[in-house]
């Protein structure tokens, strides 16, 4: 009972775009979806869900494939930036539409989040701003009845209430029936905390793929005196510095040396998601090649 | 209840870590319901999964129970547990600190005392 991609390989007029990639997406579990722009995101998630066929590789959903499966395709759903709502069409008959399409479309819930959210049930698709467009796609999202929900920049144009709102709804909505969210988001902060697994897409290439929890164990900002720290982090897997004075933060990804005394003057702590991030996915590193 | 996350220690620790907090200061009471994970995960960002880990640790220290259908509760006798865990750490996590730091700041044994004892004095 999962999702499984096994060397997806996407290519665009030459350009590599995702370089044979090979991941599981497992039942129940709520994953972050992180990289920068242009490193293979959306593509991923098209692909996922059919949308767009893999130059080579396969998606499978509990041992099928999905490309032209309409049973698996039925049991995920992919809100993305794309707006294929038709424009002159209502709120609520897009819900019904919507409806329609997926037998078990959770009507009650639909109105009662739009209330919340205050989106009007009678404005036209069209006339929505781009923060009501984001939250109509988010509403459909948390009440479609399926396994797989995949969330493509899920809070683009939100305010800080509304994305409040929406974390809040959407994990309450996975206490209710636990499912599968995939988020693919920039505000790593947010959701640092509310993801368990987390999936790093950088160059192409999925660099970081494993429980929060574990990834973050790993990631270290060892600071004090320039000496001290470059001493104790010699030979370590460096993936950035940051320098204030005499005072150096380095930033070390993977084990430390245990037989290595820690001197006084140095402080070890623990990187946040976001820090891991950017450190890892900074174009300027040279060690890109230590990540493991 | 009163969450304050940081970002650098692990959050299934910390939700372990403030939920003691709040038993030892009793604002969970022995014999109370604590929050559910759900209600701690949508009030915090929280994944659920983490909330359980950290719920985890107390029900292994015999702090909370699961009753089936119901949700979490304080043991009886939880908090006094708590306050032996605090005494056996306060040597290391206290004492070993505050001799680093005033040897740091030259403040002599004798100096230290005096502060203690004006410590106790003020408070």
């Given at each position: 009972m999962s999702i499984e991609i096994k060397g997806v390989h996407q290519a665009f007029h030459g350009k590599v775009?995702?370089?044979?990639l090979n991941l599981t997406i497992e039942p129940n579990k709520i994953y972050g979806l992180l990289g920068r722009n242009g490193a293979g995101k959306s593509t991923l998630l098209n692909i996922i869900s059919d949308r767009v066929p893999a130059r080579s590789g396969a998606v499978t959903m509990d041992g099928q494939s999905?490309?032209?499966n309409n049973a698996a395709l039925g049991n995920l759903y992919l809100m993305s930036?794309?707006?294929?709502?038709?424009?002159?069409?209502?709120v609520d008959q897009l819900f019904k539409k919507t409806a329609n399409f997926y037998g078990g479309f959770d009507t009650a819930y639909a109105h009662r989040l739009a209330g919340e959210f205050g989106?009007?049930?009678?404005?036209?698709f069209g006339k929505l701003s781009t923060g009501y467009r984001s939250i109509f796609k988010l509403i459909i999202a948390l009440c479609v009845p399926v396994d797989y929900v995949f969330l493509d920049e899920?809070?683009?144009?939100?305010d800080a209430n509304h994305r409040d709102l929406f974390y809040q709804e959407l994990l309450s909505a996975y206490g209710e029936r636990p499912r599968t969210f995939v988020i693919s988001t920039h505000l790593i902060e947010e959701v640092a905390n509310l993801i368990e697994h987390v999936f790093v897409l950088d160059d192409h290439r999925i660099i970081i793929n494993g429980d929060v929890s574990d990834v973050l164990a790993k990631a270290y900002a060892i600071s004090g005196p320039q000496a001290d720290v470059d001493r104790y982090t010699?030979?370590?897997?460096?993936i950035g510095a940051d320098h204030l004075a005499g005072i150096a933060v380095t930033y070390v990804y993977g084990t430390l040396d245990n037989s290595r005394p820690i001197p006084d003057t140095v402080q070890v702590a623990n990187q946040d998601l976001q820090k891991l991030f950017i450190n890892l996915t900074n174009t300027t590193k040279e060690v890109s090649t230590n990540v493991n | 209840m009163q969450f304050n996350f940081n970002s650098t220690e692990p959050i299934y620790l910390q939700v372990a870590d403030q939920i003691e907090e709040a038993i030892f200061t009793q604002?969970?009471?022995?014999g109370e319901q604590i929050p559910s994970t759900t209600e701690i995960s949508k009030e915090f960002h929280i994944n659920p999964a983490t909330v359980l880990k950290g719920m985890n640790i107390l029900v292994d220290a015999n702090l909370i129970e699961k009753r089936r259908g119901v949700g979490m509760f304080v043991i009886a006798g939880a908090q006094a547990r708590i306050v032996e865990k605090r005494r056996d750490q306060f040597y290391n996590d206290y004492v070993k600190k505050l001799v680093t730091e005033a040897q740091k700041l030259h403040i002599t044994q004798k100096e230290l005392s005096e502060l203690i004892e004006r410590g106790f004095s003020a408070s």
């Open positions: 775009v995702l370089d044979n999905v490309h032209e930036e794309v707006n294929l709502y038709p424009p002159r069409n209502k989106l009007d049930l009678n404005a036209r899920p809070v683009l144009g939100l010699a030979g370590l897997n460096i | 604002t969970f009471a022995e």
